[in-house]
């Protein structure tokens, strides 16, 4: 019998652990990528929210510096019409990039890099860890800084210890800003399969590519201002020269409601028929999808002690129901039957008494 009880209590504990667990692992999980937050630190303090949005173009059709303009004007146009004041000097926040290949010559080596050809605050949006130096951005007065991660440092100079110095791209000279160290999130590192890279200039990347290359932006991401639900989302779609691309609102993607409704189309996110996808943004749905699965297994086994709980629950009320009425209520009754006893022979007695 206490086998019995034993093997009961402790079922539901292993249960509520395994649940417990689950549920710390995809809280975790959803904040691993600092990436998807980016609306948050550009939000800070302020009162105003913010909605990050992404913009994924098939590779067909890229766009130019002029069509990000363009719809940086129709944002801000927006924002007089519809009297849209930000507590940050600057009302929205965004970057562009797209991704290349190119022949690296440095020191002691060459090689063949992946790279990214960036524009905007995209280390705002994408704060990789810097292993020495610092981030390039549009406002410099040269676009010829780079920054190269730690393998493609580790092959062309054997080190990480390389701010100034430079390497050739197609014969054109580039200043290191810093080494870079790749996310060591399992999400980032199960998404990045391009090898060794460097991040880049977009304005230096189009400098030095032939004017038949065809290079064009193919991902856009900006911070904007969302004072009513949907907002930021509404004008991106009907402002962005999205084309047959892809425009994601990432503010809610690991919200409880989001999760579940991923866990419910898991099948169907199997199937991505869309552009190309940065690695970032695969790491992110890598993402969503663990939560998703750690947030219905930690819901499945949460079942158990639930149930244990509501037995225990019932049990006792049983238990104590029957207690009241086999021995509180009697041992009550006794004792008030008792009480009038007592005051039925209190009152005789002075009856007897005036009597005399």
Known sequence: MKKEKLRLLILPLLFLTVCLACFSGAFYTTQMLPDQYAYRRWQG????????ISCFLPGEKKISLTDVYTFRNAMMTAFRTDSIESENPYPFLDCWSTPGSIRVYGDRNSGTASLQAVGGNFFVFHPLKLVNGSYFSETDLMQDN???????????????????????????????????????????????????????????????????????ITCYEACIPNPVKGYAKKLADEKFPIGTGLIL????????????????????????DGPSLPYWENAARYAETSAALLLLVGLLTGLVPLFAAIRLLLTGGRKAKEKLEDEVLPAWGERAEEAVRVQQRRR?????????
């Open 45 to 52: 303090d302020g009162t105003l929210p913010f909605s990050q």
């Open 146 to 216: 780079i920054l190269l991660d730690e393998d493609l440092a580790w092959l062309l100079f054997g080190g990480n210890d390389l701010e100034g110095m430079t390497v050739h791209l197609l014969d054109v000279p580039f200043r290191i800003a810093g080494v870079v160290a790749r996310g060591n999130d399992y999400a980032s590192q199960k998404a990045y399969t391009a090898g060794m890279g460097l991040y880049m200039s977009y304005e230096a990347f189009l400098s030095i590519s032939a004017e038949d290359a065809g290079i064009g």
């Open 249 to 272: 609102e990432n503010t809610h993607r690991f919200s409880f409601w989001n999760l579940l409704r991923i866990v419910k189309d898991l099948p169907a996110r199997s199937i991505h």
């Open 348 to 356: 005789w007695e002075k009856r007897q008494e005036r009597n005399k």
